[in-house]
């Protein structure tokens, strides 16, 4: 099992915002949407061990399971319009199944911390100066927390500072292409574990 934890700092927490304008009006919303399908999607199916929580403002979070996730497609206006349903649907109290795979609730950063460490997974702090993911002992069952187009809040930093940090280079690089990056390192590293037990 694998989850994607990312901060969206600017995101509306309506769905009043135009899906013509997802860089502006949506808080830059296309690099959420971009997270999403590098989260999910591969040459010709979704990833279905993958849960990803978008963390709106600290205030509101919506979860998509790769399990249950219908009409996801590769493209960022299509992905802005089922976030933009969840918002619609969402309601202050429990959570909401917008569309299939789609849940939002009241939420913030240490709630989904919580949630992911209470259901066994192990929780990596994706971080410019964190130690070289490629020399890390990594667990399978990961959790990966990373940002949007903008640095972590101190209080964020404060709330991340116990997690272990991991980079994934020297360069400063898009959310999105993160993800990627941690999902490659770790199917390369199921891939060798299994030929060796198949030896």
């Known amino acids: 099992m694998r ?8 995101v509306p927490l309506t769905p009043n915002f135009s899906l013509n304008d997802l860089p502006g ?45 219908k009409h996801l497609n590769p493209d960022e206006r299509s992905t802005a319009a089922l976030i933009q349903k969840a918002l619609k649907a969402f309601r202050a109290g429990g959570e909401i199944e917008s569309t299939p795979g789609i849940f939002v609730a009241c939420g913030s950063l240490p709630d989904v911390l919580k949630r992911v460490t209470d259901e066994g997974l192990t929780v990596y702090w994706l971080h410019e100066r964190g130690s070289p993911m490629r020399q890390a002992e990594l ?5 990966f927390v990373l940002s949007d187009h903008l640095e972590f809040l101190p209080e964020e930093e404060a709330i991340l500072e116990s997690l272990p940090r991991l980079s994934l280079g020297p360069l400063s690089l898009h959310a999105d292409h993160c993800i990627v990056l941690a999902h490659n390192e770790l199917d390369v590293r199921a891939g060798l574990a299994s030929d060796r037990t198949s030896v």
């Open 25 to 69: 009006s949506a808080g830059r919303l296309d690099i959420l949407c971009r997270c999403v399908t590098a989260a999910f999607c591969l040459s010709h199916g979704i990833r279905r061990d993958v849960t990803v929580y978008l963390v709106l403002q600290n205030q509101i979070v919506l979860r998509l399971e790769g399990s249950w996730l």
């Open 3 to 10: 989850a994607f934890i990312v901060l969206g700092h600017k």
């Open 139 to 143: 667990k399978p069952n990961a959790a």
